[in-house]
């Protein structure tokens, strides 16, 4: 079983400050995701990055792939209370037709006005 | 244009009772995935089905059955409902691409 663990599972912050949440597995992945997901809601579809070293940027959400590709980081830089939310990261292993992702457990942002 | 519609919303089940979770998609999307979320769990793969007709177990497929007869519709089945079935169950679809859609949940509890 491939594991993504992700830290730290809760984040509690003031509006305006930078945060880096992590996703790190053993295992390479051909690709990995960042979702975000609002409560009552299912997960709404970031980031994919895919190249070893790759960082893309969304906005105040900047998202970093490891070069060896098992392990992520999402950086938010001046929070806002918008950002609340858990954000999840997930690793695809490509190739035929099973795709499937494994998922992190999460982390619970909280930001605070 | 819809997305991905479940229903229903709500569920509460006595133990040993069955039902159907609904999952209908209109994006033409071939993959659809049947997760399951615990509180600080993450997503378990249950089911998933790269296209009509074809379905495939998950990570945790015990004490759950699908069906795909068509493009559009996932539903997943619980036979004999336990509380460990007690969780919020998300239906998913997507294209070739990796992008994953998700509907909005079916809050399910088993008592």
């Known amino acids: 079983t491939q594991l993504l663990e992700q830290s730290p599972q809760f984040l509690s912050i003031q509006e305006g400050e930078n945060l880096t949440v992590y996703c790190n597995s053993s295992?390479?992945?051909?690709?990995l995701q960042w979702y975000r997901q609002e409560p009552g809601e299912g997960p709404v579809l970031l980031v994919t990055?895919?190249?070893?070293?790759e960082v893309k940027k969304l906005k105040r959400l900047t998202f970093q792939f490891g070069d060896a590709r098992k392990d992520s980081s999402l950086h938010i830089t001046a929070a806002q209370p918008g950002d609340t939310g858990l954000y999840l990261c997930?690793?695809?292993?490509?190739?035929?037709?099973?795709?499937?992702?494994?998922f992190g457990k999460g982390t619970l942002l909280t930001v605070n006005p | 244009n819809a997305g991905v519609t479940q229903t229903p919303k709500f569920r509460i089940l006595k133990i040993g009772q069955s039902m159907t979770l609904q999952c209908t998609q209109d994006?033409?999307?071939?993959?659809m995935y049947w997760y399951r979320q615990d509180p600080g769990m993450g997503l378990k793969l249950i089911y998933y089905?790269?296209?009509?007709?074809?379905?495939d177990k998950g990570e945790v497929p015990n004490g759950y059955n699908v069906s795909r007869s068509t493009t559009e519709d996932f539903p997943l089945r619980l036979e004999l409902a336990a509380p460990s079935q007690t969780s919020v169950y998300f239906c998913?679809?997507?294209?070739?691409?990796?992008?994953?859609?998700f509907g909005s949940g079916t809050q399910l509890s088993v008592l």
């Open positions: 994006m033409n999307h071939n993959y």
């Open positions: 295992s390479v992945f051909s690709s």
């Open positions: 990055v895919v190249t070893g070293g």
């Open positions: 089905s790269v296209g009509a007709g074809i379905t």
């Open positions: 997930a690793g695809g292993r490509s190739g035929g037709s099973n795709y499937k992702l494994t």
């Open positions: 998913a679809s997507k294209t070739g691409e990796e992008k994953l859609f």
